[in-house]
């Protein structure tokens, strides 16, 4: 009879210690379990993608820069592309720009026009960049639409007098800026009626590096 019981009692302690030790396993198990996903989602956040830079120092440093050419006005221009300017008032219609000789024979001359009335401030400045930039050729066979803040290039008869026919879409007082000085080609502006538009506020400038066609000095003081 003891022999019986005493595999009993040896096997009821075997089945006691398995318990024992599966206990903290399963309990550890589900530690790991419970702490796996928090380390997850920390690993996510920390990869989470660096926020880009703020552009807003460029923006600031390009507003400064404008600020400071502002400042400076048309100074920043060693050789200014144009050598005189006037107001003409103008009412919306078709107008005659006539140029009746041609003092040194220029073959072209840049011209700019510029809405007075307008947001711009410095119009000098501004006509500088117009006239050093692109612009588009007329002949004199063919009609152009002054726009303002455009600038044209007028091809012209190297040999006498030239004309040319433009547009005035919106009426108002615009400051005209050519590339040589008015004087040399009798320059003047008549309207629809014929009747000369007249300028106000003619100003000469210095400073212009260009030099007129055939080996001609630019010299206004060379009239002796």
Known sequence: MMRKIRPIIVSSFVAV????CN??????????????????????????????????PVEEEKEEEEKKEGDEGIGHHHDLPYEWSGSFEFKEGTYTLELPKNEF?????????ILENSN??????????????????????????AMSEYGYNLILNS?????????????????IFTEHVAEEFDLSIVNEASEVV??????????????HGHDHDHDHDEDE
Request: charged residues 30%.
């Open 105 to 113: 024979g220029d073959e072209s001359m840049l011209i700019a026009f």
């Open 23 to 56: 206990q903290p396993t399963e309990e550890v198990d589900q530690e790991v379990e419970q702490i796996e996903p928090e380390k997850l989602n920390d690993e996510v956040e920390d990869e989470e993608p660096e926020p880009e830079e703020s552009e807003q």
């Open 17 to 20: 210690a398995l318990v024992a």
């Open 198 to 211: 007249q300028v106000e506020n003619p100003q000469e400038y210095e400073g212009h590096g260009h030099s």
């Open 120 to 145: 711009i401030t410095d119009l000098e400045h501004h006509a500088a960049h117009i006239l050093e930039a692109d612009v588009d050729d007329v002949s004199q066979s063919s009609a152009f639409e």
């Open 159 to 175: 040999n006498g007098s030239s004309s040319f026919t433009f547009t005035i879409a919106t009426s108002g007082i615009y400051k």
